[in-house]
């Protein structure tokens, strides 16, 4: 029989290791011989035997009984039965893994790998295997693309439990330690000063982070942490709603210098929690879940923005994340996945249409693009092609400066998207280029109508303005 690697097997080289420290008992005198065996055959074999292999049941214990009755009847003595428990792994290594009801902690599958795979190995598991994981491995459980996010949750919010004692410590370890003699000098000074506004800024977004999980009474909805981490700027993946249970699922992707900083979880988890409340306008009977995706190391400025490594680097994993949340919903149930980029965040949605296979998303939007590095709607390879892809841009938003950097510019004719109306938002870079989350926008209105399917009821952008100045006439 052969069984899961995944599951509770006799590990040789440990058992091995026993019968090594037996014997050396066994050479210490025949007195110490006397007394192991009589607690091996007596009323202690059971235990004895545990310490070698775990609990067992009574099946177990009888053929593992049985084996050391043969070694000492054959060998003559512990050191035979021993030998002979280690002799017969092949035949017990089933037996174990099955007696045992799967209770070992098994091995988790790489990061990576396939989410519904991992899907399969999480329910093929026992109630206690998961418990010890979650317990044991919360950092690897939660950054597991397959694992539900009920139990993703459980891990993270204990990674990041753990992320702020280690953030804090680091920090308050640098601002201890007295400053060397070269850091009088000021690029020195400067240098050790960033790394402590780097280290301060982390610990107020996972300080934010925490906040935002606690469980409110104010109808906001509740909160799944499916990822996080402080590497480079920081990352989470931070679910409004579950998106296992949820008829609709959004994904949010944010843009330039998106990191782990109190801004920016709160302005994308305010965002995801307008979103559900825009599409329970749109259609009440259709539960739904918006997710803020921030897992991937955005450009840090704008300038840093015309380059496309980031996307590219980002758009596997964003891909990865698409497949997840097939794999882990309920197959009964019906689902509806939509994909939000918003400015440098549609590069990155850009590309991840480009991965093999596609992006894993019923309709994808545009908002704020400055370009996808895609030059047609056509090219995007979305599973329901061209008439799924939408595209909006505010009318007072000067990302109208950066049309073109990423090829083609999506609310173009050239493109082919279906553009609708994102309003007229207020005056000024930051303020327009947000207003797309705004309650009170059209486009906001226009994505909870997008992420239910009433696609009859997007509105169409206002015409262009008429130039009413009059002709100059020459005489």
Same mark, same amino acid.
């Given at each position: 029989?052969?069984? /899961?690697?995944?599951?509770?097997?006799?590990?040789? #080289?440990?058992?091995?290791?026993?019968?090594?420290?037996?014997?050396?008992?066994?050479?210490?005198?025949?007195?110490?011989?006397?007394?192991?065996g009589?607690?091996?055959?007596? $009323?202690?074999?059971?235990?004895?035997?545990?310490?070698? +292999?775990?609990?067992?049941?009574?099946?177990?214990?009888?053929?593992?009984?049985?084996?050391?009755?043969?070694?000492?009847?054959?060998?003559?003595?512990?050191?035979?039965?021993?030998?002979?428990?280690?002799?017969?792994?092949?035949?017990?290594?089933?037996?174990?893994?099955?007696?045992?009801?799967?209770?070992?902690?098994?091995?988790?599958?790489?990061? @990576? $790998?396939?989410?519904?795979?991992?899907?399969?190995?999480?329910?093929?598991?026992?109630?206690?295997?998961?418990?010890?994981?979650?317990?044991?491995?919360?950092?690897? &459980?939660?950054?597991?693309?397959?694992?539900?996010?009920?139990?993703?949750?459980?891990?993270?919010?204990?990674?990041?439990?753990?992320?702020?004692?280690?953030?804090?410590?680091?920090l308050?370890?640098?601002?201890?330690?007295?400053?060397?003699?070269?850091?009088?000098?000021?690029?020195? %000074?400067?240098?050790?000063?960033?790394?402590?506004?780097?280290?301060?800024?982390?610990?107020?977004?996972?300080?934010?982070?925490?906040?935002?999980?606690?469980?409110?009474?104010?109808?906001?909805?509740?909160? %799944?942490?499916?990822? +996080?981490?402080?590497?480079?700027?920081?990352?989470? &993946?931070?679910? $409004?709603?579950?998106?296992?249970?949820?008829?609709?699922v959004?994904?949010? +992707?944010?843009?330039?210098?998106?990191?782990?900083?109190?801004?920016?979880?709160?302005?994308?988890?305010?965002?995801?929690?307008?979103?559900?409340?825009?599409?329970?306008?749109?259609?009440?009977?259709?539960?739904?879940s918006? &997710?803020?995706?921030?897992?991937?190391?955005?450009?840090?400025?704008?300038?840093?923005?015309?380059?496309?490594?980031?996307?590219?680097?980002?758009?596997?994993?964003?891909?990865?994340?698409?497949?997840?949340? !097939?794999?882990?919903?309920?197959?009964?149930?019906?689902l509806?996945?939509? +994909? &939000? @980029?918003?400015?440098? @965040?549609?590069?990155?949605?850009?590309?991840?249409?480009?991965?093999?296979?596609?992006?894993?998303? /019923? /309709?994808?939007?545009?908002?704020?693009?400055?370009?996808?590095?895609?030059?047609?709607?056509?090219?995007m390879?979305?599973?329901?092609?061209?008439?799924?892809?939408?595209?909006?841009?505010?009318?007072?938003?000067?990302?109208?400066?950066?049309?073109?950097?990423?090829?083609?510019d999506?609310?173009?004719?050239?493109?082919?998207?279906?553009?609708?109306?994102?309003?007229?938002?207020?005056?000024?870079?930051?303020?327009?280029?947000?207003y797309?989350?705004?309650?009170?926008?059209?486009?906001?209105?226009?994505?909870?109508?997008?992420?239910?399917?009433? !696609?009859?009821?997007?509105?169409? #952008?206002?015409?262009?303005?008429?130039?009413?100045?009059?002709p100059?006439?020459?005489?």
């Amino acid at each position: 029989m052969t069984t /899961d690697p995944g599951f509770f097997t006799i590990d040789l #080289p440990q058992v091995g290791l026993a019968v090594s420290e037996v014997e050396g008992l066994i050479c210490t005198g025949t007195g110490v011989v006397g007394e192991v065996g009589s607690l091996l055959l007596g $009323s202690g074999e059971y235990a004895q035997i545990g310490a070698l +292999v775990g609990s067992a049941d009574t099946e177990l214990h009888s053929t593992l009984m049985d084996v050391l009755t043969r070694g000492m009847q054959f060998l003559g003595g512990l050191n035979g039965a021993v030998r002979c428990c280690a002799t017969d792994y092949a035949a017990l290594d089933s037996q174990v893994s099955d007696s045992f009801g799967g209770k070992a902690t098994p091995t988790v599958p790489a990061r @990576g $790998s396939d989410p519904s795979a991992v899907k399969r190995w999480w329910d093929g598991l026992s109630d206690d295997q998961r418990t010890s994981l979650l317990a044991t491995d919360p950092a690897d &459980i939660g950054a597991l693309d397959g694992v539900p996010a009920t139990e993703r949750d459980i891990a993270n919010r204990s990674v990041l439990s753990n992320l702020r004692q280690q953030t804090q410590h680091q920090l308050t370890d640098l601002q201890d330690t007295p400053p060397s003699p070269y850091e009088a000098d000021g690029v020195a %000074y400067a240098m050790r000063q960033k790394q402590i506004d780097a280290l301060q800024t982390k610990l107020n977004g996972i300080d934010e982070l925490q906040k935002v999980l606690r469980p409110t009474d104010d109808g906001t909805p509740p909160k %799944y942490l499916l990822e +996080v981490d402080t590497t480079g700027v920081g990352h989470a &993946i931070i679910a $409004s709603n579950n998106p296992d249970t949820a008829t609709n699922v959004v994904t949010l +992707v944010p843009g330039v210098s998106t990191d782990l900083s109190a801004h920016h979880i709160d302005e994308y988890t305010t965002a995801a929690d307008t979103l559900v409340a825009s599409a329970h306008n749109a259609d009440p009977a259709q539960p739904t879940s918006a &997710i803020a995706w921030m897992n991937y190391n955005a450009p840090a400025s704008v300038p840093a923005a015309l380059f496309s490594t980031p996307a590219e680097q980002g758009a596997p994993t964003l891909d990865h994340f698409q497949q997840s949340l !097939y794999a882990t919903h309920d197959p009964s149930d019906p689902l509806h996945t939509t +994909v &939000i @980029g918003h400015s440098y @965040g549609t590069t990155v949605v850009g590309e991840a249409t480009q991965t093999p296979g596609g992006l894993p998303a /019923d /309709d994808i939007v545009l908002a704020a693009s400055p370009g996808t590095n895609v030059p047609t709607a056509t090219a995007m390879h979305a599973p329901n092609g061209p008439s799924h892809i939408w595209a909006t841009r505010d009318t007072h938003d000067p990302i109208i400066w950066a049309e073109g950097f990423h090829n083609t510019d999506p609310v173009t004719p050239a493109f082919g998207a279906h553009t609708f109306n994102a309003g007229e938002g207020p005056t000024g870079f930051l303020a327009a280029h947000s207003y797309y989350f705004d309650p009170t926008s059209p486009a906001m209105t226009n994505f909870g109508r997008i992420a239910t399917s009433h !696609y009859d009821q997007v509105t169409p #952008p206002p015409p262009p303005a008429q130039d009413t100045t009059l002709p100059f006439i020459a005489d």
